[in-house]
């Protein structure tokens, strides 16, 4: 293990700090009619949940004149209520000195091959040890950033991915050192950041403009009958789990992959894949809808043998394998092309696979082209 990953791994455990008590209370104003317990406080408490009161009640962290309380008590005007919640403590920016693997930099921007692992984003169950600690440290701060009290706005789990990531980068700008674009955490290979908080909204405006070039390379299971082919439709947040996301027919962003299938194995397939547009998990979802999922991908059906690819006891045996050794989705960014903001040059940059990938690829019997590794 190289180490980058033990050091990611090591500060992961560090991720879920001891939480704190908030002490809030309540004084019933004369004029209140009588309510229940548990509703009342939901009303008067800013973004207090109905499930997240029940739990302090039924805990008893909620007191009604110096008395427990069940929730469906009713209060009466002058009640003085006090209630205790678990929260954890507000996040914060810590620059951390954990390597990066740069493959460009200037005094403008940084190019970087993101091993798998590493968080893009700081956020409750990922404090620290992510790519914004790193590159705070790399450019130069040695000092922990508040981030304010987004604790008290914002419930992680009552929120998908993107509008989390969305709702903390709107209440501190100091969040984005330039981060531009995401990677998944398990997805490896390139990015781009900005250095210079000036150059941060034309290389945004670059992405949204879907001017710049990017291709992956994925190995995903069974044989992939087309050598050239394009996925259109429309993604959302799944209803069952928003954390994961789903092909829908009404609402959702449109998206679009195109790939070429480049190897076929024995029971996997060699794929590079260009991003028309950048869904989150666009790539993930795609080859899972056409019943190719990706090696390892633990959300979308590629973590076990898929039933519908058909395996002698020797390539099951090596397919197996491939699992253990694959923790996470076969999914690499190998391409990277963008105009620089400051120089006006067209940049272009390729990196090839970690080595689980082509590790993997090997036992599957894939070959892997010159072409595609830069």
């Known amino acids: 293990m190289n180490s980058q990953k033990q050091q990611i791994m090591e500060i992961e455990k560090e991720q879920y700090p001891d939480y704190i008590e908030k002490v809030i209370d309540l004084l019933v104003s004369k004029g ?14 800013a973004n207090a949940t109905r499930n ?3 739990q302090a009640i039924d805990t008893e962290q909620v007191t ?11 209060i009466k005007p002058g009640d003085t209520i006090r209630c205790i919640f678990m929260r954890p403590p507000p996040l914060e920016l810590l620059p951390e000195n954990i390597p990066l693997e740069i493959v460009f930099e200037d005094d403008y921007l940084l190019v970087i091959n993101k091993p798998s692992g590493l968080v893009v984003h700081p956020g409750f169950g990922n404090r620290y040890g992510t790519l914004v600690n790193a590159v705070l440290w790399h450019i130069g701060y040695r000092e922990a950033i508040p981030l304010s009290d987004i604790e008290e706005d914002t419930e992680e789990e009552d929120l998908p991915e993107d509008a989390f990531i969305q709702a903390i980068m709107a209440k501190d700008d100091a969040l984005r050192p330039g981060i531009v674009h995401r990677l998944d955490k398990d997805t490896s290979g390139l990015m781009v950041i900005s250095k210079k908080a000036e150059i941060t909204p034309e290389l945004s405006k670059q992405f949204a403009d879907r001017t710049v070039q990017r291709e992956y390379m994925a190995l995903a299971w069974g044989i992939v009958k087309e050598d050239h082919a394009i996925i259109e439709n429309n993604l959302a947040p799944s209803p069952r789990n928003r954390k ?11 998206a679009k992959t195109e790939y070429w299938t480049r190897s076929r194995g024995r029971y996997a397939s060699l794929l590079q894949i260009k991003l028309h547009t ?7 979802v795609h080859f899972s809808s056409i019943h190719h999922p990706l090696i390892g991908d633990m959300s979308y059906g590629g973590d076990t043998l898929p039933h519908q690819v058909k ?13 253990d050794i694959m923790k996470h989705q076969a999914l690499h960014a190998r391409m990277l092309g963008f105009v620089h903001p400051i120089t006006g040059k ?25 072409d595609i590794c830069g």
């Open 32 to 45: 209140q009619e009588p309510l229940r317990l548990d509703v009342y406080i939901t009303n008067a408490i």
């Open 52 to 54: 997240k009161v029940q």
């Open 64 to 74: 009604v004149n110096g008395t427990m309380r069940k929730g469906s008590y009713k």
């Open 244 to 254: 994961v996301y789903a092909i829908t027919k009404q609402g959702g962003k449109y």
């Open 278 to 284: 950048g869904r989150t998990h666009q790539i993930r």
């Open 311 to 323: 395996f002698g006891n020797e390539s099951k045996h090596s397919a197996m394998q491939c699992l």
């Open 346 to 370: 067209e940049l272009l940059f390729i990196q090839g696979p970690p080595q689980d990938f082509i590790q993997i690829a090997h036992i599957a019997g894939l070959e892997i082209p010159n």
